[in-house]
């Protein structure tokens, strides 16, 4: 009879294996591989969830899941959702060497100065970021605030204390296919920061196993 009881009660207490179904849920510890794609830093490379954060901004917040793998820099993933469709946002932040590469940095600099749609036309493509950027790119977004929180916050309400986040005026340019955007996060304290996205499917994630933790 003891025995009978030690069975049942096992079978109550064994938790359910976590299945991964769609990439807006994953976490820390997490594994994802990417299918074949142009970039070749990711094309068919597994990625490890590093950390998960969030940005905050007045009409919308973001999940950023930070990836560890190969990229020096690492990768930063997103899932972007509207009520017709879901899709990736893989990005890399690139120091400013890599942007006096792409642009002239006098028009670079006028994304910053003001909202009259800045059209960035590419110079050159350093060989690291090989069919991440395109040709050109139109100004969309200028001077954005919002707010970026070390932290998961999928499941929990934002802090409303001042110094719960790092606020910050966010940038964007993006070219017509709507597949490719130059981005900056301009902080506080004066760090910027510049990130170049491509927009993929979801199907472009060609499988997930939950962390084994």
């Known amino acids: 009879m ?14 359910e294996a976590r299945q991964l179904h769609h990439p807006r849920d994953l976490d820390v510890g997490d594994i994802l ?22 940005y905050d901004f007045e009409d919308r917040k973001l999940t950023e899941f930070a990836l560890k793998g190969d990229v020096q820099g690492g990768i930063f993933l997103t899932v972007d959702e509207t009520d017709d469709e879901a899709f990736l946002s893989i990005a890399r932040k690139i120091p400013r060497a890599d942007v006096e590469i792409l642009f002239d940095l006098d028009t670079f600099s006028e994304l910053f100065d003001n909202d009259e749609h800045t059209l960035l036309n590419r110079l050159n493509e350093p060989n690291n970021l090989e069919n991440w950027t395109v040709k050109q790119y139109r100004q969309e977004i200028f001077a954005e605030g919002g707010y970026f929180h070390k932290g998961d916050y999928r499941q929990r309400a934002i802090p409303e204390s001042e110094d719960s986040g790092d606020e910050f005026e966010y940038y964007l340019a993006i070219d017509d296919t709507r597949n490719y955007t130059i981005e900056a996060e301009v902080y506080d304290d004066g760090e910027t920061e510049v990130i170049v996205t491509i927009r993929r499917p979801i199907t472009d994630i060609e499988d997930m196993w939950p962390s084994a933790k």
Do not use: G, M
């Open 33 to 54: 591989k990417f299918q074949y794609l142009p970039q070749s830093e990711i094309s068919n490379q597994q990625f490890e969830v590093e950390s998960v954060n969030t």
């Open 2 to 15: 003891k025995n009978l009881f030690k069975s049942v009660f096992s079978k109550e207490e064994k938790k």
